[in-house]
């Protein structure tokens, strides 16, 4: 039986995470990355957006990921590590495909809509990391960044359902 390319392992890299902890610490670079990018990518999904209700979702938002880049730093100084960032190709392509749904999209309810969908793509990324860090945390022992990594887990749940209320109470039927 001939070998197919599914079939076939993968070679780990020679920085490859060895244990939990690894993993860990790469999952932190990766959110940390990712989050920082989300402040930058945040103002122009603002100022694309025409709904006032969304504009002022995504400020709120905006200010909250600030908040979360500063308790991921807190996150790494719990566990004794400098905080440091890795691109996250995960979320690079979620905000690259963001920008071309504003790019696709006429401005009004069309891209507003279209911006919530990106963004909810976003924020579900942003839950199953930190569902999964958490997770790590707790295995590992990190009490510390365990309550700090579910406080944010929280807030990235609200955001969640702050969009699809959004979405549900006007803007989607707005978009013909």
């Known amino acids: 039986m001939a070998t197919t390319k599914t079939e076939t392992k993968v070679k780990?890299?020679?920085?490859?995470?060895?244990?939990?902890?690894?993993?860990?610490?790469?999952?932190?670079?990766?959110?940390?990355?990712?989050?920082?990018?989300?402040?930058k990518a945040l103002p122009k999904m603002e100022k694309n957006a025409t709904s006032k209700e969304?504009?002022?979702a995504i400020q709120s938002h905006l200010e909250e990921t600030k908040e979360h880049v500063s308790r991921l730093e807190d996150v790494f100084k719990s566990i004794g590590e400098k905080a440091e960032a890795e691109k996250c190709d995960a979320m690079a392509g979620l905000l690259e495909e963001g920008e071309g749904i504003m790019e696709e999209t006429e401005v009004g309810?069309?891209?507003?809509?279209?911006?919530?969908a990106a963004s909810q793509k976003v924020e579900h990324y942003e839950i199953a990391t930190y569902g999964t860090l958490a997770a790590f945390a707790k295995v590992l022992g990190h009490k510390e960044a365990l309550k700090i990594l579910l406080k944010?887990?929280?807030?990235?749940?609200a955001c969640d359902e702050k969009l699809t209320s959004l979405a549900d109470t006007n803007l989607n039927s707005k978009a013909e």
Do not use: H, M
């Open 12 to 39: 780990a890299k020679t920085d490859a995470a060895k244990n939990l902890q690894d993993l860990f610490e790469d999952g932190l670079k990766d959110i940390y990355w990712a989050e920082k990018e989300l402040v």
């Open 109 to 116: 309810s069309v891209r507003d809509a279209g911006i919530i």
């Open 54 to 56: 969304l504009k002022a």
């Open 152 to 157: 944010t887990l929280k807030e990235e749940k």
